[in-house]
């Protein structure tokens, strides 16, 4: 079946340092990928995502291209803030490897950005 | 236009109960899903809806169950409470004209004491 594999952190950072947070995926076919952030007591946001191998989503300075050779969807950012302080979950669905209709996630990457 | 709603925020029950949660989608989105959030499993799919049907499941037992009514509401059931029940459950809505993009409510937090 579908899986899904990143850092869980807690990834400390200072503000204005670059971010990346390492995805990469298993499923077979091409499945659909993303990443949503979720701040402390709430839901799930859809920061970005990408349909198709070479495609760049890309959202508030974030971005993830969707790399079909390395299996990867690695998350991106020149410059963070403290705002960007939250746990991010890279997320796939469809493909062939089941759960064709709910999503599968990782385990989340709790970023923590210092003044 | 709204967002997907969820009532209530929190609820605690005791073993042995049942509990009943609420979802209304974005107004036009016909899919509802339910995802369980627990601080050791992680985000994990239950089961989506689609015009009253249920059309996929998670590997979750029979206690867990849902049903979704002709304004798309959904609701979701689930019975005998086990304290490994508490969790924060998610509803996500999407319109199937999208790529999948699911759009999530805030959450209802259930404790199970």
């Known amino acids: 079946g579908n899986s899904v594999t990143q850092m869980e952190g807690p990834v400390t950072l200072s503000e204005e340092a670059f971010l990346t947070i390492n995805c990469t995926y298993t499923?077979?076919?091409?499945?659909?990928l993303f990443w949503y952030v979720q701040y402390p007591g709430e839901g799930l946001q859809l920061l970005l995502k990408a349909t198709k191998a070479d495609d760049k989503g890309s959202n508030k300075g974030f971005e993830a291209t969707y790399r079909k050779e390395t299996t990867s969807f690695h998350l991106e950012k020149g410059s963070v803030q403290v705002s960007d302080s939250a746990v991010y979950f890279c997320?796939?669905?469809?493909?062939?490897?089941?759960?064709?209709?709910?999503?599968?996630f990782g385990k989340g990457t709790h970023l923590i950005i210092q003044p | 236009k709204a967002g997907v709603t969820q009532t209530p925020r929190y609820l605690i029950k005791t073993r042995g109960q049942q509990v009943t949660l609420s979802c209304s989608p974005i107004?036009?989105?016909?899919?509802v899903s339910w995802y369980q959030q627990t601080p050791g499993q992680g985000l994990q799919f239950l089961f989506e809806y689609f015009s009253e049907t249920q059309r996929n499941k998670g590997n979750f037992p029979g206690r867990f169950s849902g049903r979704q009514f002709s304004n798309s509401r959904s609701e979701m059931n689930v019975s005998t409470l086990e304290l490994g029940d508490s969790a924060l459950y998610l509803c996500?809505?999407?319109?199937?004209?999208?790529?999948?993009?699911?759009?999530f409510g805030p959450g209802t937090r259930l404790t199970v004491l």
């Open positions: 996500a809505s999407r319109s199937l004209a999208g790529a999948h993009e699911q759009f």
């Open positions: 499923a077979t076919g091409y499945p659909s």
């Open positions: 997320a796939l669905i469809g493909g062939s490897g089941g759960g064709a209709d709910g999503l599968t």
């Open positions: 107004s036009g989105h016909r899919s």
